[in-house]
């Protein structure tokens, strides 16, 4: 399965060290690990962990490289990271970013802290805060998965990036945000980049908006 990381990586356009994946395949085990006890994920099989998650997150990883390419350092930020399959993934392949995992529920956080220091990703760290009442800082990279209707996350994620950053949120159907909302906002959105995970047949999308 690491190779499957490294191909998919390749594939788009992001080179994907050994050592990174087998970061990914050491975070895949604890996910496996502490799947039911902490409710991280629904699939049947570790390899599912790989094709679905793992590989969503390169897809986000390889758009926030070629964002920030010609920056030695920049800052990211996985917005509602759930079991960190998004903001783990950007760290170990991207060790030049530091990642911030934004998450609300204590447990995720436990799990998301324990997994840090596991895998020893020293460019990770998780803030535990509920996204509208506590400023968690800008980020020259944003991204989201699965919180909800874009126009419903668009205004609690633009106040997470900084002028001239960029705001990536998964999306089914890169059109549905409301360009009033955007304006209003100082977004301005760019062609999204679209991607189709190993095994499926669908097209994906990370939505692309720069402030």
Same mark, same amino acid.
């Given at each position: 399965?690491?190779?499957?990381?490294?191909?998919?990586?390749?594939?788009?356009?992001?080179?994907?060290?050994?050592s990174? &994946?087998?970061?990914?395949? !050491?975070?895949?085990?604890?996910?496996?690990?502490?799947? =039911?006890?902490?409710?991280?994920?629904?699939?049947?099989?570790? /390899?599912?962990?790989?094709?679905r998650?793992l590989?969503?997150?390169?897809a986000?990883?390889?758009?926030?490289?070629?964002?920030?390419?010609?920056?030695?350092?920049?800052?990211?930020?996985?917005?509602?990271? +759930?079991? !960190?399959?998004?903001?783990?993934?950007?760290?170990?392949?991207?060790? @030049? &970013?530091?990642?911030?995992?934004?998450?609300?529920?204590?447990?995720?956080?436990?799990? $998301?802290?324990? &997994? *840090?220091?596991?895998? !020893?990703?020293?460019?990770?760290?998780?803030?535990?805060?509920r996204?509208?009442?506590?400023? +968690?800082? /800008?980020?020259?990279?944003?991204?989201?998965?699965?919180?909800?209707?874009?126009? =419903?996350?668009?205004?609690?994620?633009?106040?997470?990036?900084?002028?001239?950053? *960029?705001?990536?949120?998964?999306?089914? =159907?890169?059109?549905?945000?409301?360009?009033? $909302?955007l304006?209003?906002?100082?977004?301005?959105? @760019?062609?999204?980049?679209?991607?189709?995970?190993?095994?499926?047949?669908?097209?994906?999308?990370?939505?692309?908006?720069?402030?």
């Open positions: 399965m690491r190779k499957t990381l490294v191909d998919f990586a390749a594939s788009l356009g992001l080179t994907l060290s050994v990174a &994946a087998e970061t990914l395949a !050491g975070y895949a085990d604890l996910v496996w690990e502490k799947k =039911d006890f902490l409710n991280l994920t629904s699939v049947r099989g570790k /390899e599912e962990i790989f094709t998650h590989c969503d997150g390169l986000a990883a390889a758009l926030c490289g070629k964002q920030m390419r010609g920056k030695e350092n920049f800052t990211a930020a996985d917005l509602g990271a +759930g079991a !960190g399959y998004v903001g783990l993934t950007l760290a170990a392949a991207l060790p @030049q &970013a530091r990642v911030s995992l934004v998450e609300c529920l204590e447990k995720r956080c436990s799990f $998301l802290n324990w &997994a *840090v220091l596991k895998l !020893g990703l020293k460019n990770a760290e998780v803030k535990c805060l996204l509208g009442q506590k400023q +968690g800082g /800008e980020f020259d990279f944003v991204t989201e998965r699965a919180m909800g209707k874009i126009n =419903d996350i668009l205004p609690l994620a633009a106040p997470c990036v900084r002028p001239c950053g *960029v705001f990536a949120p998964y999306q089914s =159907d890169p059109s549905e945000a409301d360009a009033a $909302l304006k209003r906002l100082g977004l301005c959105a @760019q062609p999204p980049r679209p991607y189709i995970l190993p095994g499926e047949t669908k097209t994906r999308y990370l939505a692309v908006f720069r402030k």
